[in-house]
C-alpha cells in the first residue's frame, strides 16, 4: 500500500498519509479548514458540522472523513463559507453569548470564527435559555450559558486526563454539560492542570485567579483572523 495519498483541496494538490483525516492533512499542507469540536490530541466527533467540505460532491464532515486517493475536496468556496456562517449565526442565539463581559473575548474560537466569517450581528433572534452557571470548585468555574457542546472537556477528562469528570445529559434543547457528582464541578476530581481544564473553545469552563492576565487586545485574535496560523505554513 502507498504510504501517500494524492488528493485536491479547491484544486490544490495536497498529499496525505493512509488514516489521515482530511482536515488533518490539508492542516499540514497550509490549508485551514474551519473547525469547533476538533482540538489536536482528542479523539475526532464529529458534532458541530463547521469543519464540513463538499467531498466528491457530498457534504462530509472534514474531522471524521478519512483522505482517499485522487478525492476532490471543496473547501473554501462561497457555498461553504455561507454554510459555516449560518451553524456559528446558530450557535451564538442558541447560548447566551456576551463577548464584551466574557474573559475568554480574543481567545474565544466562536468570537474568532464569527470574525472570520464577518459576523457582526445575529441573524437569528436571541433564545435567551436559562444555563445553570456553577462556581464551587476552587479552580475552574462553567458556565454554560456559553457552552456549544463541543464535547471537548468530556474526551479530554476521559482520554486525556483518565478521569472521566464531564458528559452530556438531556436531549435536544435542554442537552447540557453535566459533572460526574452528585450536584457540583468542586465535588468531582477535576484539577486545574487536567487538559479538561483547558480545552475549553469559548469561555464555558475558566480557570479561576488568572482572568486577563493577557489583556484583551493583546489576546489569540485580536489580530489575526482564527486559521491564519495554519494558512502562514502554506508552501
Ligand atoms: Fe469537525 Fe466539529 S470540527 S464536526
Given at each position: 500500500?502507498?504510504?501517500?495519498i494524492e ?5 490544490k ?7 489521515q483525516?482530511?482536515?488533518e492533512?490539508?492542516?499540514d499542507?497550509?490549508?485551514y479548514?474551519?473547525?469547533?469540536c476538533?482540538?489536536?490530541g482528542?479523539?475526532?466527533f464529529?458534532?458541530?458540522?463547521v469543519?464540513?467540505v ?7 464532515a472534514?474531522c471524521?472523513?478519512?483522505v482517499?486517493?485522487g478525492?476532490v475536496v ?8 455561507a454554510f459555516r456562517r449560518n451553524?456559528i ?9 456576551f463577548c464584551?463581559?466574557c474573559e475568554?473575548?480574543?481567545n474565544?474560537?466562536l468570537?474568532a470564527?464569527?470574525?472570520?466569517f464577518g459576523?457582526a ?7 435567551f ?7 464551587s470548585?476552587g479552580d475552574?468555574f462553567?458556565?454554560?450559558n456559553?457552552?456549544?457542546l ?6 479530554a477528562s476521559?482520554?486525556v486526563?483518565?478521569?472521566h469528570v464531564?458528559d452530556f445529559v438531556g436531549?435536544?434543547?435542554h442537552?447540557?454539560i ?9 465535588d468531582?476530581?477535576?484539577?486545574v ?6 480545552a475549553?473553545p469559548?469561555?464555558?469552563i ?5 482572568g486577563?492576565?493577557v489583556?484583551v487586545g493583546?489576546?489569540l ?8 496560523e ?6
Open positions: 500500500m502507498s504510504s501517500t488528493f485536491t483541496i479547491n484544486g494538490d495536497i498529499t496525505g498519509r493512509p488514516g483525516t482530511v482536515l492533512a490539508a492542516q499542507a497550509g490549508v479548514i474551519p473547525r469547533l476538533y482540538m489536536r482528542l479523539a475526532a464529529g458534532a458541530c458540522r469543519c464540513t463538499l467531498v466528491n460532491g457530498r457534504p462530509q472534514a471524521t472523513q478519512t482517499a486517493p478525492m471543496e473547501n473554501n468556496t462561497e457555498k461553504m463559507t451553524l449565526d446558530m450557535l451564538f442565539v442558541e447560548g447566551n453569548h464584551m463581559f475568554k473575548s480574543g474565544c474560537e468570537q470564527l464569527a470574525y472570520r459576523i450581528a445575529p441573524k437569528y433572534p436571541y433564545m435559555q436559562p444555563r445553570e452557571v456553577d462556581m470548585h475552574v462553567i458556565d454554560r456559553r457552552c456549544v463541543c464535547g471537548r472537556c468530556v474526551r476521559r482520554d486526563d483518565g478521569k464531564f436531549r435536544g434543547l442537552k447540557r453535566a459533572v460526574n457528582a452528585e450536584a457540583l464541578l468542586g468531582t476530581e477535576l484539577a492542570t487536567d487538559k479538561a481544564a483547558e475549553c469559548v469561555g464555558a475558566v480557570k479561576k485567579r488568572v486577563y492576565a489583556p493583546q489576546r485574535y485580536d489580530h489575526k483572523p482564527i486559521g491564519s495554519i494558512e502562514s505554513t502554506a508552501l
